[in-house]
């Protein structure tokens, strides 16, 4: 497993993903179908918010979030009109539980910030929900050195990401290193070194508590 060591001593920032990077996407998701789940039962008494809950997750595990709402909707006969609230959700939830780091990134983390390394988060997906789930991270003090990128953000102004946040922070490719999860790295990254997340993360992806 890897650890700051194994971060070569010339690689001036270290750009991370978000979301299976530095905290399991699904934490996320979960507490939102929680929410929405309250939310239905307290408006229409129907269906059970632990019955429903329990059907997301599951359904969310097992088949992922396409359509997920569309399925909730046919074993419980919820009104389409509620799709807008689940969607809305998803970008505004105020979760009942902070967001964990995964243990082996929270340490990764502060020994990079104190050997000097910057530490910037590159992020796709929209980027107000992505706000709002920095907005809901345990950070243990990291949220005052973090700089955040939105990919989408970039892209609408027909720049690329990469070569941005290359620029902005005055470093060479070379002088990067980014971490993702995903099977591949994505197209684009302006011959920035890729590493998996799982080279740090190993077998355990334990939660810093």
């Not at 997301?56 to 046919?74: M, N, S, V």
Request: proline share 5%.
């Amino acid at each position: 497993m890897f650890t700051h060591v194994d971060i070569e001593p010339h690689k001036k920032a270290v750009v991370f993903g978000l979301d299976d990077v530095l905290f399991p996407k699904k934490d996320y998701l979960l507490q939102v179908y929680y929410l929405f789940a309250n939310l239905l039962e307290y408006t229409e008494t129907v269906p059970p918010a632990d019955d429903l809950t329990a059907f997301l997750k599951k359904a969310y595990e097992h088949q992922g979030e396409t359509d997920l709402f569309e399925r909730a909707a046919e074993v419980f006969g919820i009104d389409a009109k509620y799709k807008a609230s689940f969607d809305r959700l998803h970008v505004t939830a105020k979760l009942p539980l902070k967001l964990l780091l995964y243990r082996p990134m929270l340490d990764l983390m502060q020994e990079l910030n104190s050997r000097g390394t910057l530490l910037l988060v590159l992020t796709p997906g929209n980027p107000a929900m992505q706000l709002n789930k920095l907005g809901q991270v345990a950070w243990n003090g990291l949220e005052r050195v973090l700089k955040v990128y939105f990919d989408e953000e970039l892209a609408k102004g027909d720049v690329d990401p990469f070569s941005f946040l290359l620029a902005d922070n005055g470093l060479l490719a070379d002088q990067a290193l980014y971490i993702h999860a995903g099977n591949t790295a994505p197209a684009g990254i302006a011959g920035v070194e890729a590493v998996h997340v799982s080279r740090f993360l190993g077998a355990s992806a334990d939660l810093a508590y």
